[in-house]
C-alpha cells in the first residue's frame, strides 16, 4: 500500500511573531525542594515545557540551568522583575530596559523557549499591563514565546449566569491578541456541581471549551488549555481516569497545547519524587508525544457530544455542533457519554477523534467471565459510530502515531477504556488506500 509523507508548517497568531513547531505537554509552577528531582521527574514523565509562573529569583534561575541541562523547554518567569498574577504585581514599572536585561540572560539558554508574562488578567489594567510586556519581549526578543493565560468562567466577575464571560473572554483576545490563546478549567469540585452520578455532563467547562474554540478560530489563534491534574478541593476521590478524560475533551476542541495544573501533588511530590500519577502520566504522555505531529497538522471543523451534555448544561447549546454537517458520521445521536471531534488537515484528509467520556466505567461492555485479551480491561466499553456510508478506517496507533492497515466499514469500532479516546483517519472508498504521515517544513 502506498505511503504519503505530507508536509505542516509552524502554528501561530498571524499578529504575532512566535511560532509553534510541536505539540506541547507542559506542567504550571513546577517547584520542589529539589529542583533537579521536580525536573528530571518531569522530563522522564513526559513533560516537554516547564512553566515557572510564580517563581522566585532562586528558583527560576535554577530551572534555568537544570532545564537547558536535562534538554526540556521552559517558560521562565523571575516574580521578582517582571510579570503578575491577577492583581499581584500590577503597580510595578516594569521598563524597556528591565525586559533587555531579562532577554540577553536568557539568549544564551536554547531551552528558555519563552516568558510567562501574566496569569490570568481579567480586568483592564491587568490587560493593558500584560500586553504592553508582551510587546516588550516581542521587541527585544522576537523567537520567545510571551505567554499569558485567560481567567475561566468561575471568577467572580465574569461568567456564564452573568452573561459576561463571552464578553471578558473576547475583549482579553482582542486587546491582549496572545500568541496562544490559552484557558484554565478545573472541574472536579464539589462547588462547581461536580457529582459521582452526572461526572462531567453538567460542567461549565464545555462552554468554556467551546467559546474559546470560537473565539480562536475568529481570531486564528493557536489553543492552549490548562486541565486539573490534581484534587484542589478535597473531592471524596480522584482518579487518573479524571485527568485523562479533561485532556482528551481539550483535544476534542483541536487544542495544540495540554497544561496540567499541575505535577506538583500527583505526578512529583513536594519533595521532587515520584508521585502517585507518575506512570499513568508518562503512558498518557507517551501517546500524545506520537499522535502529536498528527495534531498538529489538523484543524478542528466540529465537536459532537452525545445527549447528557445538552441535557445537563444547556447554556452548551450556542456551542454545539450537528453530527448532519459531518463529512461522514451518519446523523444520528451518539452512544451514551461519547464524544467526537471531528477534524481535516491542509489536503482534506478526514480524520475522528473518539472519546469514552463515561469515567466510572458505567457504560462498560458487561461481559460475562471470559479472559480479557491483551491490552484490555473490565471497563472497557465498545463505541460504535455509524457512518453516512461505507469507507475506509485507518487507525492511528497510539504507540507510534502510525496509521495501519484500514478496514472497510460502516461504523468506526473501538474499544475505549474510561477518560480514553482514540484517532482515525475516514477516506472515501473512490480513492486508493494510502497510509500518510506528516513532516514539519519550516
Not at 133 to 144: K, S
Amino acid at each position: 500500500m502506498e505511503h504519503r509523507i505530507l508536509s505542516r508548517t509552524p502554528i501561530g497568531n498571524p499578529r504575532r511573531i512566535w511560532r509553534q513547531d510541536n505539540f506541547v505537554l507542559s506542567t504550571f509552577s513546577a517547584r520542589g525542594r529539589d529542583m533537579r528531582s521536580v525536573i528530571e521527574n518531569c522530563a522522564e514523565a513526559g513533560f516537554n515545557l516547564l512553566e515557572m509562573g510564580w517563581a522566585s529569583h532562586e528558583q527560576a534561575e535554577e530551572a534555568l540551568r537544570l532545564c537547558e541541562e536535562i534538554g526540556i523547554d521552559l517558560l521562565y518567569q523571575d516574580f521578582s522583575v517582571f510579570g503578575g498574577m491577577q492583581e499581584r504585581n500590577i503597580e510595578r514599572k516594569v521598563t524597556q530596559e528591565t525586559v533587555k536585561q531579562v532577554t540577553d540572560h536568557l539568549r544564551p539558554y536554547r531551552h528558555a523557549i519563552g516568558v510567562y508574562v501574566w496569569d490570568e488578567p481579567y480586568v483592564e489594567d491587568q490587560c493593558v499591563e500584560a500586553r504592553r510586556q508582551m510587546d516588550l519581549f516581542q521587541r527585544e526578543n522576537p523567537t520567545l514565546l510571551p505567554f499569558t493565560v485567560a481567567i475561566p468562567s468561575y471568577n467572580l466577575l465574569y461568567r456564564w449566569d452573568n452573561g459576561l464571560f463571552e464578553d471578558y473572554l473576547r475583549w482579553y483576545v482582542k486587546d491582549i491578541d496572545p500568541p496562544v490563546l490559552s484557558l484554565d478549567y478545573y472541574p472536579v469540585v464539589s462547588g462547581l456541581g461536580y457529582n459521582d452520578e452526572d461526572q462531567l455532563d453538567a460542567s461549565l467547562m464545555w462552554c468554556d471549551l467551546g467559546l474559546m474554540r470560537k473565539l480562536g478560530r475568529e481570531a486564528d489563534i493557536p489553543l492552549w488549555f490548562y486541565y486539573q491534574g490534581v484534587n484542589l478541593h478535597h473531592y471524596p476521590h480522584f482518579e487518573f481516569p479524571m485527568v485523562e478524560c479533561m485532556m482528551n475533551a481539550a483535544v476534542l476542541y483541536g487544542v495544540k497545547g495540554l497544561e496540567q495544573f499541575t505535577a506538583v501533588g500527583n505526578v512529583i511530590d513536594e519533595n521532587g519524587d515520584k508521585g502517585p500519577f507518575f506512570e499513568e502520566t508518562k503512558a498518557v504522555h507517551a501517546k500524545f508525544r506520537k499522535l502529536g505531529n498528527t495534531l498538529m497538522a489538523l484543524e478542528n471543523r466540529f465537536v459532537f457530544h452525545s445527549a447528557e451534555i445538552a441535557e445537563k448544561c444547556p447554556l452548551y447549546a450556542r456551542f454545539a455542533d450537528s453530527t448532519a454537517n459531518s463529512a461522514v458520521l451518519a446523523d444520528v445521536p451518539l452512544p451514551s457519554r461519547v464524544s467526537v471531534g471531528e477534524f481535516t488537515d491542509a489536503f482534506g484528509n478526514v480524520y475522528l477523534y473518539v472519546l469514552n467520556r463515561d469515567i466510572d466505567g458505567v457504560y462498560n461492555r458487561g461481559r460475562g467471565p471470559e479472559p480479557l485479551a491483551e491490552g484490555e480491561n473490565a471497563d472497557m466499553r465498545t463505541v460504535s459510530l455509524p457512518l453516512k456510508e461505507k469507507f475506509l478506517i485507518y487507525p492511528v496507533q497510539n504507540d507510534s502515531g502510525r496509521q495501519v492497515e484500514p478496514v472497510e466499514d460502516d461504523a468506526v469500532r473501538i474499544l475505549l477504556a474510561p477518560g480514553c479516546a482514540a484517532l482515525f483517519r475516514v477516506q472515501p472508498l473512490s480513492e486508493p488506500a494510502y497510509t500518510l504521515e506528516y513532516r514539519l517544513e519550516k
